[in-house]
């Protein structure tokens, strides 16, 4: 088998996301969380979404061999900790959204006290949960693992480029360099760690590591791209949030500074590059992969 | 040696808190973090403070014979959450604080969205120096530490403890007991898990690590009691904020439960619980240690 339908895709995506969605759903009971709080955390982390992260992670670690229920906890973390960076950016203070997904923002459902530590408890507990890999698999590599997200996650990655991003915003000098950066470390960052982290949690050699790096980079970007397309050509109910809320927030786009064609065209690039980096794999999860990287550009063609 | 002079016992816990401060100026330096939040991050991290903290946890771990340079990264990133959580505390949504330690607080002296990130990047920093203790002590020790310092930080623990404190204030019916959980939750859990990470890392066992846990639970109590104590009686000097602020944000606290004689009282009895389960113990740490207890109530007597 070397190629994999839409539907045939589709079908595996929603099973994998499935499977993610039903630990999410109990991950946070019993650990003695006022109520408040946890309905405010399991609000926006149960609030839907394609659940891409987990299911990237699962999929490479199985790729490597490495069952998904040993992984299920840690992939479970990185949704908690996109969950959390939603939630703090879409803060009054921050990029101000009153919508997610279609829903009232956390801060609007309950009040911005409760959301800023309903981001706050999901990242830490995201932590908890990672070390609870650690029933499975080999410390070491859940200490390995564990460094890698906290490092991508943080301060140099996805919390950086979110201070980028408002740097940026308003600023009509940024430099298409300058936005890739910001991009690699917002949204990239995430994306790549949690190909990763599978890579890392499934016992791959270096090399072997590097390759789902780079396609976990490779997608990452083109994934942002897409967004930003979208953000133009999408239909509100798509987005979950009013179109063209980007540019209206004085907010840098490829499609404002490249046009629509050639946002497109740099995101198969990106896409094409990803997908070269499997060449040496195969079985079913690979293909997952492949056929996985090529669906993120075909949402805007 | 089975007595401390005060002269004593602050010479040595001022070298302590040096040396802490001498590994936290350059911690986060070399990790790709844009200037600005970097400084923003430092503003806070750097603003001075005793440092209890992590030299608890250096303590604790020399007291079973680990050495403090391999619990370093540890202790410093136990003062990165102490820190990220007076930032996100001090929020206008939350306490609503303009100044700390004397100085405008972190969303005064930058912005509020820098300051949400600074904490968001001060939390996710703490794991990585958690991790980097690897490179000296055994990956399962690490694992165990960093595990339950991210419950004890977490929506169970300091995040969950925030959300109790926002919940209660204002109201009149609050019990002594639920004064209590808060507490135990708020500032409690971070100082018992400073000693208990030092005892887990130290290479302690269950036994003695049960001791260090009833000892920075019931030490952690204090502090508290200690701090209500002092924001009615300190001075603005003392205190780098407001004298009585807690009661005109309508906090309760165990002076306006107990009076301020009865919570000294409470306060020296937890110190006197903590003492003793240290008796066990010799040698310079563990006496350091037993003077620290009875100094914080000292504070207020």
């Known amino acids: 088998m070397t190629t994999m339908s839409v539907q045939e895709f589709k079908s595996v995506l929603k099973t994998e996301a499935a499977s993610v969605e039903e630990y999410l759903s109990t991950c946070l009971h019993n650990r003695n969380i006022p109520q ?3 309905d405010s955390m399991e609000y926006s982390l149960l609030a839907g979404g394609k659940r891409l992260r987990p299911v990237l992670c699962l999929a490479v670690a199985a790729m490597f061999g490495v069952k998904k229920e040993q992984v299920m906890p840690f992939a479970s973390a990185i949704e908690c900790i996109h969950s959390y960076s939603l939630i703090h950016d879409d803060l009054p203070a921050m990029d101000d959204d009153d919508l ?13 006290a409760t959301a800023i530590l309903a981001g706050d408890g999901l990242l830490t507990e995201a932590f908890v949960l990672m070390t609870e890999t650690a029933e499975n698999l080999p ?5 390995t693992a564990l460094n890698t ?26 430099s298409l360099e300058e936005l890739q950066t910001m991009h690699a470390m917002k949204t990239g960052a995430l994306i790549r760690c949690s190909c990763e982290c599978g890579a890392i949690l499934g016992g791959a050699g270096t090399e072997d590591q590097e390759r789902i790096r ?12 897409v967004d930003d397309i979208l953000d133009e050509i999408g239909t509100e109910e798509e987005l979950g949030k009013p179109v063209g809320s980007d540019l209206e ?7 404002s500074m490249l046009g629509i064609e050639k946002s ?4 198969q690039g990106l896409v094409n590059s990803a997908v070269k980096q499997l060449a040496v794999f195969d ?5 997952f992969l492949r056929t996985l990287a090529q669906y993120i550009v075909d949402r805007v063609s």
């Open 283 to 287: 079985g079913s999860d690979a293909l």
């Open 100 to 112: 997610r997904r279609g829903k009232p923002s956390n801060h609007k459902a309950f009040d911005e």
């Open 264 to 267: 497109r065209e740099l995101a």
């Open 139 to 143: 410390a070491d590599s859940v200490l």
């Open 249 to 255: 927030q004085g907010k840098n786009t490829y499609p």
């Open 149 to 174: 997200m906290a490092s991508a996650a943080g301060s140099g990655g996805m919390v950086g480029g979110q201070q980028l991003d408002m740097d940026f915003t308003g600023r009509n000098d940024v």
């Open 36 to 38: 408040r709080l946890l």
């Open 214 to 225: 780079t396609y976990g980079a490779n997608i990452g970007a083109a994934f942002q791209i």
